[in-house]
């Protein structure tokens, strides 16, 4: 069972420019989770996502931040106009669930990509 | 809220030394507490995870945890250190509070030196 994929693992822009990051949950995984890992800072929490759905976005940026799980194909981060400031390294996770339709949270773990080391010039 | 406190951002140790990692969290619901490992250039490992059942967890690598509700905390150890253990290391908290989401809120981090 294959584990997250991400790619590219290593992305560099030019300020201005667009950036788009994949990641591929496990097989059978709906749940995807986005974080991100500042230069000498912890993982903080971005955006949780369902098929089709947003259900958590509290920790992404308000402007020039998105994302999407389409119903088929991988989960996208994008990073519309980037800054220097956005040089980071962006993990996502998959779980097989999350928070359940109940509201009942799964305790289920979340594993974790190799990252997308993002930097720019 | 939820939140991770991590004492300690280097930790050093001899190889076959005892290895112990702190962790604090603070949470207004029973809390779920994971330990994750990151070697460098790499992505989380999960090592364990409390969720209510057993206080004292083993997790892979001979690592293990004990969770203390009196004291907050939810220190990793290792009884004898390895040069492979070389890493960093988070101790997380599920948020399933409020907004029950299960997102993950980490600690800063706590860089394992394993000393020959």
């Known amino acids: 069972n294959a584990g997250v994929m991400q790619n590219p693992r290593h992305l560099v822009r030019r300020r201005g420019q667009e950036a788009r990051l994949r990641c591929s949950p496990m097989?059978?995984?709906?749940?995807v989770y986005w974080y991100r890992q500042l230069p000498e800072e912890g993982l903080k929490f971005m955006v949780y996502l369902q098929k089709e759905n947003i259900i958590d976005e509290s920790g992404m940026p308000k402007e020039r931040f998105s994302a999407e799980f389409p119903k088929e194909g991988p989960s996208i981060l994008r990073i519309q106009q980037v800054v220097r400031g956005d040089s980071a390294a962006y993990f996502c996770a998959s779980s097989p669930a999350g928070t359940q339709t109940s509201g009942i949270t799964s305790t289920d773990t979340q594993y974790f990509g190799p990252g997308t080391r993002l930097t720019v010039l | 809220a939820q939140s991770v406190t991590q004492l300690g951002s280097h930790v050093s140790v001899s190889e076959g030394a005892l290895v112990l990692l702190r962790c604090n969290y603070s949470s207004s619901v029973p809390p779920y507490l994971f330990w994750y490992v990151q070697y460098p250039n790499q992505g989380l490992q999960l090592l364990l995870k409390y969720t209510s059942a057993a206080t004292l967890v083993k997790g892979i690598n001979g690592f293990e945890a004990e969770f203390k509700k009196s004291e907050t905390s939810f220190h990793l150890t290792k009884p004898s250190a390895h040069m492979s253990d070389a890493a960093e290391y988070f101790c997380a908290v599920s948020d399933h509070g409020s907004s029950n989401t299960g997102k993950l809120i980490f600690g800063q981090g706590t860089t394992l030196q394993v000393k020959p």
């Open positions: 097989k059978g995984h709906s749940h």
